[in-house]
C-alpha cells in the first residue's frame, strides 16, 4: 500500500489529497496542515472582513472532519512539517497544540505550502494594528479588531490584489481608506493606461490614493497608527493593513535541498516534480516558465494552484504521465464597481524584455447600446507583429468582462493569433453582447494594423514627437472639442474631413484621434488614401489619453469598423 504525504492543506494540497483517493482507494493518504483549517476559501477572506459574506462558516470548503469522512484523508491540523529527511523518506512534524515531534514516512510528498505575505523590517512593523492577509487566523484577527477598535481610518499599503479587495472592503464597511503604492501604478498585471482607469475609480469612491510613495516607518501613539511616507507625508489611521507583496513559501524546501529557481521559487519539471523525484511541488511556491515568454515565473492564483494539484496526484498515481504547460496567469477581480481582468503578459513586460508586439486600445460597449444598462469597457490587446499571435489581454469595465477575458484567455492559451479570434463564434443577443463583440472589435483593429490598413500610436508616444512635426487632429464634434481636448490639437470634424483636406500640411505627421479611436480610424482612412503618408491612430482615442492624464471624459460613441 503507497503512503503520500502533503504538506498543505488548502488550494493545491486538498486537492490532490481529493485527487489522491479517487484515483487509488487503498492508499494512505495524510494531510499536513499548519493552521487549523484546511479547504478554506482565501479567495472570500476579504469580502468576509467586508461582510459582503455574513457568515464565517461559509468560509470552509470542507472542514477537517468531512475531509476524512468523505476522502479517507488523514487530515491532521495544527501540524507543521519541520523538515524532509530525503534519504529515508521522511517527514519530521511539529504538533503545535502539544509541541510534540514526530516523524511519518512517505512513499511520495507532495508540497504545498503556499506563499508568505512580505513584512519588510520597516521599524514599527510588528505594532498592533498592523496586519497582514493570508488566512483565517489573519481574517479573525482583522475582522475582530475592525468590531472591538472600531478604527475611523484605515491605511492600506500596497496597491495589489489583496490590497484593492481589502480597500473596497475596509470601504464598504464606511470608513475612510488611503490606499499607499510604492509604484507609479496599481495592480502590477496592467499596463499603465489600464491601471490609470482603475486610479480614477478608486479615487471617484472617495479612497486616497497615494502612487510613488512608501513606507519609511510606523509609529503607535493612543492606539492611532502614523504611517511615515518617503515623501515626508504623515498619514494616521486606526488600522493598517500590509498588502505589498507575497513570497512563496521554500523554507522547508530549501532546507531539505531541493532545487530552488531564478525566482525564488520551488523548481519543478514539467510533472510538477522537484529536484527529488518522490517530491513533487504545486501552488504558489513554485515557479514555472510562462508559456509565452518562456521565462520561469511564480503564479499566485488559485486556478492553477488547483490544476497542478490534480495534476500531481494523477502523476504520481500513474507515473508521470501529463504534463503541465504552465500558467499565462489569467486573473480577474472587483474593484467597486469594475471589473479589471487580464491574461497572458503585460506590454511593458513584453517592452522591458525586447519581445516584439504590438498593441491596440479599443473601448466597445458591452451590449447592444439600444439595450438599456450597456456600459462601456476598455481593451487592451497585445500580440505578435509578425503572426499576429496573442500575447496578452487587459479588460476593465463593468459587464461581461469575465466573459472576454476568458475568451481572450483561451486563444492565448491555445497559441492562438488574432486571426482565430476574429473566427471565434461567440453567442450574441442585445442583452449580453453585440453582434460586433468587444473582442471582435479589438482583433478586427488588430488585423487592420497587421496588415497596414491603419498605423497606431500610443499616448505615451506622442508626447514624445517633436511638435513642429506634426499635425494632432481631433475628428470629433465641435462640442465634444471645446468640452476638452489635447493641447495643440486642431478640430475637423469627421464629416466635414473631406472637404477640408487641403488645410491639412502633407509634410507633416498626422495623429488623428477621437473619443474612442472608431472616428478617427475612418479619417485615418480618408487620409491615407488622399496622399497623406504618415498618419497615425492615437491607440484607446481620447478617453485612454484624458484617464491618463486624469481629464474627465464621459463621451460615449458608438462601435467600431
Ligand atoms: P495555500 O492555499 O495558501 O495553502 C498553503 C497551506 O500550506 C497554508 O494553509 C499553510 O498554512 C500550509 N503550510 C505551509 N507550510 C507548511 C508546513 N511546513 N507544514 C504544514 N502546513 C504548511 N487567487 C485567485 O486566483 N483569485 C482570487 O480572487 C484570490 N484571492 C485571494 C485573496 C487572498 C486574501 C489570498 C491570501 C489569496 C488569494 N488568491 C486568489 C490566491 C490563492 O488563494 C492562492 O493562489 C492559492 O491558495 C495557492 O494555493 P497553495 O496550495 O499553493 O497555497
Known amino acids: 500500500m503507497a503512503r503520500f504525504i502533503i504538506v498543505g492543506g488548502v488550494a493545491g494540497g486538498a486537492t490532490a489529497a481529493a485527487r489522491l483517493r479517487r484515483l487509488d482507494e487503498k492508499a494512505e493518504i495524510i494531510m499536513f496542515e499548519r493552521g487549523g483549517y484546511v479547504s478554506f476559501a482565501n479567495c472570500g477572506l476579504p469580502y468576509y472582513i467586508g461582510k459582503i459574506i455574513p457568515d464565517r462558516r461559509r468560509l470552509f470548503v470542507q472542514t477537517p472532519q468531512g475531509f476524512r469522512n468523505r476522502f479517507n484523508v488523514d487530515v491532521r491540523v495544527n501540524s507543521e512539517v519541520v523538515s524532509i529527511n530525503r534519504t529515508d523518506t521522511t517527514v519530521n512534524v511539529k504538533n503545535l497544540a502539544t509541541g510534540e515531534t514526530y516523524r511519518e514516512k512517505y512513499d511520495r510528498l507532495i508540497l504545498s505550502p503556499g506563499a508568505e505575505p512580505l513584512r519588510p523590517p520597516i ?56 490606499i499607499i503604492e510604492m509604484a507609479d501604478q496599481v495592480m502590477a498585471n496592467l499596463d499603465y493606461e489600464m491601471a490609470a482607469e482603475v486610479h480614477q475609480h478608486i479615487r471617484a469612491k472617495g479612497v486616497e490614493l497615494l502612487l510613488k510613495d512608501g513606507v519609511k516607518s510606523f509609529e503607535i501613539k493612543n492606539d492611532m497608527i502614523t504611517t511615515r511616507l518617503s515623501s515626508g507625508r504623515d498619514i494616521t489611521s486606526g488600522i493598517v493593513i500590509l498588502s505589498i507583496g507575497v513570497r512563496p513559501d521554500t523554507s522547508l524546501a530549501k532546507e531539505a535541498g531541493l532545487r530552488i529557481g531564478p525566482r ?54 500513474s507515473g508521470n504521465t501529463k504534463r503541465y504547460n504552465g500558467s499565462i496567469a489569467t486573473a480577474v477581480m472587483q474593484v467597486f464597481d469594475l471589473t479589471v ?51 496578452g489581454a487587459q479588460i476593465i469595465g463593468h459587464d461581461g468582462v469575465d466573459k472576454r477575458i476568458d475568451v481572450l484567455s483561451a486563444i492565448i492559451g491555445m497559441k492562438g493569433t488574432i486571426y482565430n479570434l476574429l473566427e471565434f463564434e461567440q453567442s450574441y443577443a442585445p442583452p449580453f453582447s453585440s453582434a460586433k463583440d468587444p473582442v471582435t472589435i479589438a482583433a478586427s483593429v488588430a488585423e487592420n494594423i497587421l496588415n497596414g490598413l491603419v498605423n497606431v500610436i500610443g499616448w505615451n508616444e506622442i508626447q514624445k514627437l517633436d511638435p513642429a512635426k506634426i499635425v494632432l487632429l481631433d475628428v470629433r464634434t465641435q462640442k465634444e472639442y471645446r468640452a476638452g481636448a489635447i493641447e495643440g490639437s486642431v478640430n475637423i470634424p469627421i464629416d466635414e474631413l473631406r472637404k477640408n483636406l487641403g488645410a491639412i500640411p502633407k509634410d507633416k505627421i498626422i495623429v488623428t484621434y477621437c473619443a474612442v479611436g472608431q472616428r478617427a480610424y475612418i479619417a485615418n482612412r480618408i487620409l491615407k488614401q488622399n496622399g497623406f503618408d504618415t498618419v497615425y491612430n492615437l491607440s484607446g482615442g481620447y478617453k485612454t489619453y484624458s484617464i491618463v492624464h486624469q481629464f474627465a471624459d464621459d463621451t460615449d460613441e458608438g462601435l467600431y469598423l
Do not use: C, W
Open 123 to 178: 521599524p514599527g512593523i510588528n505594532s498592533d494594528g498592523i496586519f497582514t492577509l493570508r488566512n483565517i487566523s489573519d481574517t479573525d484577527s482583522i475582522y475582530a479588531f475592525l468590531n472591538d477598535k472600531k478604527p475611523k481610518s484605515a491605511v492600506i499599503v500596497g496597491g495589489g490584489f489583496i490590497g484593492l479587495e481589502m480597500a473596497e472592503n475596509i470601504s464598504n464597511l464606511g470608513i475612510p481608506v488611503a
Open 264 to 317: 525564488g521559487g520551488i523548481a519543478v519539471n514539467e510533472y510538477l516534480q522537484t529536484s527529488d523525484p518522490d517530491i513533487y511541488a504545486v501552488g504558489d511556491a513554485i515557479e514555472f516558465a510562462n508559456p509565452i515568454t518562456n521565462q520561469s515565473v511564480i503564479t499566485y492564483l488559485a486556478g492553477p494552484a488547483n490544476r497542478q494539484g490534480r495534476l500531481a496526484a494523477d502523476n504520481i498515481v
Open 341 to 391: 481582468a487580464s491574461t497572458g503578459v503585460p506590454e511593458k513586460s513584453l517592452k522591458a524584455d525586447n519581445i516584439p508586439h504590438s498593441a491596440s486600445i479599443t473601448h466597445s460597449a458591452s451590449h447592444a447600446t439600444y439595450y438599456p444598462g450597456a456600459s462601456q469597457m476598455s481593451v487592451k490587446i497585445i500580440f505578435s507583429p509578425d503572426r499576429g499571435t496573442l500575447l
